[in-house]
Structure formats: C-alpha cells, structure tokens
Nanobody
C-alpha cells in the first residue's frame, strides 16, 4: 500500500531524496500525518520527520537543518530530502502514514552513508 524508494549508497556529505507513495485502496485518503522513521542495526526504530495534513513539519534533532520533509497531497506522496548525510544516518528508512488513527507502514528503503 505504501511504496518507498530513493535509498542507496552515498558518501558522507552527500544527498539523497526518498519518496513514498500510497497506492491501492488507501489512495486519496488525505492522510492526517505522513512521515519517515528509521532503524539502524541493533537500534530501535525512531522518528526522523513527519508532516501533518496542514503542512506543519516536525523533525528529530538529528535531522534538523539537514533534512526537509514535504508532501504532495494530490499524489499521496511524501518526500524526504536528506543533505549533508553522515555515517550515523545509515539505516533502513520506513515511511508511515496515518489516516483516521489507522497506521500504514512502507516496506523500507536502505540508506547507507559510507566512503
């Protein structure tokens, strides 16, 4: 139902843009919240950034100033522009949408920051 893409291998200081699009029966749901979480090996999944239907974004401290979240309501798609990437950003990134208290997760996309 949620398809994430855009991950890959990038050198420190580089950039990546993640995308996550809804499809199928949840298309055009006008999601209340669209966001990104990540999970590094051996660590708990954590919030990276989220954006409400009103457009207000929230960021983890680790993402502030480097990452930008945006959404395209018409396409039911959320984006995460990640700049100045660091090795500690290496993780599997998952998109998460919320609609009327129902939570949807994407399948995850791997981001590896390494020289």
């Amino acid at each position: 139902q949620l398809q994430a893409s855009g991950g890959g291998l990038v050198q420190p200081g580089g950039s990546l843009r993640l995308s996550c699009a809804a499809s199928g029966s949840i298309l055009s749901s006008n999601f209340d919240v669209m966001g990104w979480h990540r999970q590094a090996p051996g660590k708990q999944r954590e919030l990276v950034a989220a954006i409400s239907s009103g457009g207000a974004p929230v960021y983890a401290d680790s993402a502030k100033g480097r990452f930008t979240i945006s959404r395209d309501g018409a396409k039911d798609t959320v984006y995460l522009q990640m700049n100045s990437l660091k090795p500690e950003d290496t993780a599997v990134y998952y998109c998460r949408f919320i609609h009327h208290y129902t939570v949807y997760w994407g399948q995850g996309t791997q981001v590896t920051v390494s020289s």
